[in-house]
């Protein structure tokens, strides 16, 4: 729930609000798992001069949303939302868009298959098959810190974060 899109499709569908703790400006790249996969496949199926020991941004054109933006299509997708500021809500310094053209003239049989209207709609029919809670997606069971956390005070890993064997 630490990726923007995820967290604001659960707020809303737990909470009924749409809660953005930054202005709403900062720039965000949507991508679908399952097009990072394909993309990983078109890599390893290519020549290997074309790919070796080079980066790609992995992404459709048109995929960069500012944080507000990607709220109004949670909106769209969940009926009766509203999206709301957080108090203290101002500007995020981390505004990021991603230029995937690189892969895409180096890999043209690399085709994204998901947009993020797309995303929404899968994780909201998602949330309501498995009933999602606040308390759910808010505690240690889905949030990755507060799991390690968890796992630390139940003893199960040590300080340096590795198993215990007991």
Known sequence: ????????????????????????????????IEDISRAFL?????????VHNQ??????????????????????TIPNCTIEYASDAGPDKR??????RKIHHTLPEFQPQWTARQGAKQLYDAYRQIGITLDEFEGP????????????SEGLLDESLHWRHN
């Open 95 to 100: 505004c990021y868009c991603v230029d995937a």
């Open 42 to 50: 078109a890599v390893l199926q290519a020549p290997r001069e074309l």
């Open 141 to 152: 069971k889905y949030k990755r810190i507060d799991h390690l956390k968890m796992l630390l």
């Open 55 to 76: 980066a790609f941004n992995v992404g459709r054109p048109g995929e960069n949303y500012r944080i507000r933006e990607i709220a109004e299509i949670v909106k769209e």
């Open 1 to 32: 729930f630490d990726i923007v899109l995820n967290n604001l499709m659960a707020w809303a569908y737990t909470t009924g609000k749409i809660l953005l703790k930054s202005d709403g400006t900062p720039w965000r790249p949507i991508v679908h």
